[in-house]
């Protein structure tokens, strides 16, 4: 396949799961919100905003951050250039322009998806209606992955939607986790104590991640089980280790079907074995934001070496 | 010239009886509920929004992508009247092809007399970096579109011919398509053959063009100026449908003396390139040299026979409308036969006593300018106002060699579904011709085009037209 196709087909998978992560970040602060109120809930309006990396563009337009505020800045402000709107309208140019690679399945899966939100996103969102608005995009990224995973060839083109849908949501996982276990540091001074456990609730709620972790640690809330669920679980599917057994899965077999060894799959293979030697104490020994960080850069020089691996640019 | 009926309607005759052709169709109609149709019409508008099949304006920002109107009502040709016209357009293609061979190389036609010098000097279409080479296969014309128009029961006639590159088969597949999703019963019941496979009758003919040299498998790719282009749609279409690549300007490079595209796993070469980008814009380093759509050096390569061009450049020569008032005598030159299907009576202005005439009646013709395409700057004289008439008239004594006139025909009609029931509307049809060394393949059928605007005599999708899905019937 044409490099230039590839590269669509990366992207594409890549914004389709940015605005899905962006969806569940909103759904989770509008129930923060409806559970709290008051100032919590413009803290978190405001955590939202600094995980989508935001807070600069959002700052220059308003002073406070309100619900409806963020909800519409987040979603479809044109001020904002990465709003939702805009992730799906890209997703479709990328889609329009790989549309021989992918199936007519998946092609109207993303049209048909892009045709509902521009119509729910042509007017300012309110508050009533931001619940069907964040459920359409949650319904549409899965339409997608369904057509995906049911329709498409497993060739090398399959492999690199997989391949960007992971490299995005390796990030968005560990900017959430993040961008939230620094806002929830103060109490974790009172680690064993009065833990505020409606805002841990919230971190595993982003990420959708609630059912599971209840339902692996019977209820039981704690910092540390926290990270290590959405660190190193290699069962829930938005963990970063689960997400780099994804990559290494499909780097592999493209370099299988290449029959050449690739540098990002190198690069993938040595990741793992460092997760492998990983624990959540080294990890909290040697600081979980220099983790993060250090893990999110080396996500994003990996995605480069996809890039330059399968000739994505001339 | 004798005027025809100037209601022949392709459904009903004057008395209202039902033409042969669609006998069973309106049978099958009358037996179906008004309602259920009017819910059918709008569903195939949401299949078509789905789908993505769309349609950019030029000019038109606001509306990047526009759907063309598709109405239910099917256009049907009997099977012998197709046989009947598709030795016609044969015979006008296989001259179209030959015809270009010589413009290119001794140019008999024009030391005979027949065709004056003036028409391709003064062409820009008219490459002189073809001069002298032939293409592989001999083959100039890989695509045509013919357009024709109807006036009568026995009467053709051919309005353009389209050999730069002729748009609008995916339009003929997909209104098929929709057809048979939406009415599966009226298939059952009407023997139509079958369009759905041109696409590999498109690959297999390309393929049958590709350079000496090429393997068994030759590499076809399609390609296109991007996805902002009017027919992106189109130019993806076909690309899925024949699985050939779908290439841009960026992904290909010469190397090695090929044209190459590059791949995930490094440059490839290209046997065949169908590509959908104009002469213009194909080579910078040949043509425009801004231009960011086509390959730097592809002309070398075309020349020395390492990759076929599909239309070959410079085949847009014969779309101009001076030549096309030629084509009775280039079909006879070049086959030695009488034409089988006439040309629309044509006036050229750059011939003073036609000019005269031209001005003289001006009211009653199309006037046109000869390197005009998409029914731009034209003017109908019977629906144009006589500031409009007085302006034209001026444009056309600055400049008469650009322009030619035609009468303004009684194009025949066929019913489109309204909300207030049946109504007729003028249409038009543009079969699609594939060429190769291997003969002429002609799809049965093609694309009706047809005027949604009561009387209106103008089918172009780019100013409001709609399609029509196209039966040619088995019998």
């Known amino acids: 396949m044409l490099g230039r196709t590839a590269s669509s087909v990366f992207w594409m998978f890549r914004y389709l799961e940015r605005a899905e992560n962006t969806a569940r970040l909103l759904e989770a602060g509008f129930r923060m919100a409806l559970t709290r109120g008051g100032d919590i809930a413009n803290d978190e309006w405001r955590s939202v905003i600094d995980t989508l990396g935001q807070q600069a563009g959002y700052e220059a337009l308003y002073d406070e951050y309100t619900g409806a505020q963020v909800c519409n800045y987040v979603l479809r402000d044109r001020e904002n250039t990465e709003n939702v709107m805009r992730m799906f309208d890209l997703a479709r140019s990328n889609a329009r322009a790989s549309r021989t690679s992918i199936t007519g399945e998946v092609w109207e899966a993303v049209n048909e998806s892009w045709m509902s939100l521009t119509h729910l996103l042509s007017r300012p969102v309110r508050e009533t209606g931001l619940g069907t608005v964040l459920a359409m995009i949650r319904r549409s990224a899965t339409l997608v992955r369904g057509a995906t995973y049911g329709s498409m060839l497993r060739s090398e083109i399959y492999h690199f939607a997989r391949t960007g849908t992971y490299i995005e949501r390796a990030d968005s996982t560990a900017r959430i986790l993040d961008v939230k276990y620094y806002l929830l540091l103060p109490s974790l001074a009172y680690v064993g104590s009065t833990l505020d456990t409606s805002q841990w609730d919230n971190v595993l709620r982003s990420l959708s991640a609630e059912r599971a972790y209840r339902w692996l640690n019977a209820g039981r809330m704690d910092a540390r089980g926290i990270a290590e669920f959405l660190i190193l679980d290699q069962r829930f599917p938005r963990s970063l280790t689960f997400c780099y057994k994804e990559l290494s899965e499909n780097l592999g077999r493209l370099a299988e079907i290449h029959g050449v060894e690739s540098q990002s799959n190198a690069m993938i293979i040595e990741a793992m074995d460092r997760f492998r030697t990983t624990t959540i104490d080294t990890i909290f020994e040697s600081g979980l934001h220099e983790f993060l960080t250090g893990f999110n850069a080396n996500n994003q020089v990996i995605a480069n070496s996809i890039a330059e691996d399968y000739r994505f640019f001339a | 010239m004798n005027t025809p009926d100037p209601n022949f309607d392709e459904m009903r005759q004057a008395d209202g009886t039902i033409r042969p052709a669609y006998v069973d169709y309106c049978q099958w109609l009358d037996e179906q509920d008004a309602s259920q149709m009017r819910r059918k019409g709008r569903e195939a508008e949401n299949f078509f929004r789905r789908t993505g099949i769309t349609f950019n304006v030029y000019g038109d920002d606001d509306a990047e992508e526009r759907l063309i109107p598709f109405d239910m009502v099917p256009r049907i040709i009997t099977g012998s009247e197709w046989r009947k016209l598709s030795r016609g357009i044969e015979q006008r293609v296989r001259a179209l092809n030959?015809?270009?061979?010589?413009?290119?190389?001794?140019?008999?036609?024009?030391?005979?007399?027949?065709?004056?010098?003036?028409?391709?000097?003064?062409?820009?279409?008219w490459l002189p970096q073809m001069v002298g080479f032939t293409p592989p296969g001999g083959v100039y014309t890989h695509i045509v579109g013919i357009d024709l128009v109807r006036t009568g029961p026995n009467e053709f006639m051919v309005l353009e011919d389209n050999a730069r590159t002729p748009s609008g088969v995916s339009y003929m597949l997909e209104n098929r398509e929709?057809?048979?999703?939406?009415?599966?019963?009226?298939?059952?019941?009407i023997p139509v053959q079958p369009v759905s496979d041109y696409p590999r009758r498109l690959a297999k003919s390309l393929a049958a063009c590709a350079p000496d040299g090429a393997s068994d498998k030759p590499m076809v790719a399609v390609l296109t100026p991007g996805i902002y282009n009017s027919a992106y749609f189109e130019h993806a279409f076909l690309a899925d449908q024949m699985g050939a690549e779908l290439v841009e300007g960026s992904d290909l490079r010469v190397v090695d003396g090929r044209v190459q595209m590059r791949t995930t796993a490094g440059y490839q070469p290209i046997d065949?390139?169908?590509?959908?980008?104009?002469?213009d814009f194909l080579d910078p380093l040949t043509f425009n040299p801004d231009s960011m759509l086509g390959v730097p050096g592809i002309m070398d390569v075309y020349r020395s026979g390492g990759i076929t061009i599909a239309n070959a450049p410079g085949t847009g020569v014969a779309d101009d409308k001076a030549i096309y008032s030629f084509m009775p005598e280039i079909v006879e030159f070049y086959t030695g036969e009488k034409p089988l299907l006439p040309n629309v009576p044509t006036w050229r202005c750059a011939e003073p006593d036609s000019l005269a005439y031209v001005l003289d009646n001006i009211a009653e013709l199309v006037v046109k300018e000869v390197h005009g395409s998409g029914g731009y700057g034209m003017l109908i004289g019977p629906t144009s106002s006589r500031r409009e008439i007085a302006k034209f008239k001026d444009k056309l004594k600055a400049n008469p060699t650009n322009y030619i006139a035609q009468p303004t025909l009684a194009l025949s009609t066929v019913p489109i579904f309204t909300k207030s029931g049946l109504a007729p509307r003028h249409l038009d049809l543009r079969p699609f011709v594939l060429?190769?060394?291997?003969?002429?393949d002609i799809t049965p059928g093609g694309l009706t085009r047809v005027a949604l605007k009561k009387g209106s005599l103008v089918v172009n999708s780019s100013q409001g037209g709609g399609t029509k899905d196209t039966w040619v019937l088995n019998d």
Request: proline fraction near 6%; glycine fraction near 6%; avoid cysteine.
């Open chain 2, 272 to 279: 065949v390139l169908y590509r959908r980008v104009d002469d």
């Open chain 2, 178 to 189: 929709t057809m048979m999703a939406m009415f599966p019963e009226l298939f059952a019941r």
């Open chain 2, 435 to 440: 060429v190769s060394p291997g003969g002429i």
């Open chain 2, 98 to 125: 030959a015809f270009m061979h010589d413009l290119y190389h001794r140019q008999e036609i024009i030391r005979s007399g027949r065709l004056p010098e003036r028409l391709f000097t003064n062409n820009d279409a």
